[in-house]
């Protein structure tokens, strides 16, 4: 059996932030896609999401409450224990021992949505097997970044490139040999 696959699925800006420092995403809405810029193609590949707390809590008052997930199988990340609800279950234990046993179950891909630790923590512990950036026409100088600082190396390999109008995806497959 294959291990499924984890893939960070996400927007950044040409300088590599992924919010503001307010956590505010209004700079992607202002730019021009192309329908919904290939995220359908790819949340019919996933069967599970993970997010942090803090992405979950954005979500949430932006989608004024209601969940936009239903029918996937959801984890909130989180530092205190919070009880679970019809759509997440709450995450308070080692996020990487989770996840290894995670990736071994049946299923789709798992999408790694946010935020910006939880990224660092999982490529830091090589649990991402893929990366796909959709990189905005934006320059927003300062905010929370795709990438945080960091000491150590990852290789990628460049599996596609997609154009939707202004934004464009790249898709990069994370090379487990490297070292």
Aim: charged letters at 25%; proline letters at 2%; one cysteine or more.
């Amino acid at each position: 059996m294959s291990q499924r696959k984890l893939v960070l699925y996400i927007a950044s800006s040409l300088d590599g932030y992924i919010a503001t420092d307010e956590h505010n995403l209004d700079w992607l809405f202002n730019v021009e896609g192309e329908g919904d810029n290939g995220y359908s193609a790819f949340y019919e590949t996933v069967d599970t999401i993970l997010i942090g707390r803090i992405t979950y809590d954005w979500i949430m008052e932006y989608e004024k409450g209601v969940f936009p997930y239903k029918g996937k199988e959801c984890y909130v990340f989180t530092r205190t224990k919070q009880d679970d609800n019809e759509y997440v279950k709450y995450i308070s234990e080692d996020v990487v021992q989770f996840t290894k046993v995670l990736k071994n179950k049946k299923g789709k891909n798992i999408w790694l949505l946010g935020g910006g630790d939880l990224f660092h923590t999982f490529i830091k512990e090589k649990l991402v097997d893929e990366i796909i950036v959709t990189i905005a026409p934006v320059l927003l100088g300062k905010g929370i970044p795709l990438f945080r600082d960091n000491s150590f190396q990852t290789l990628l390999s460049l599996k596609s490139t997609n154009r939707f109008n202004q934004f464009v995806e790249l898709h990069y497959e994370v090379v487990k040999k490297y070292t």
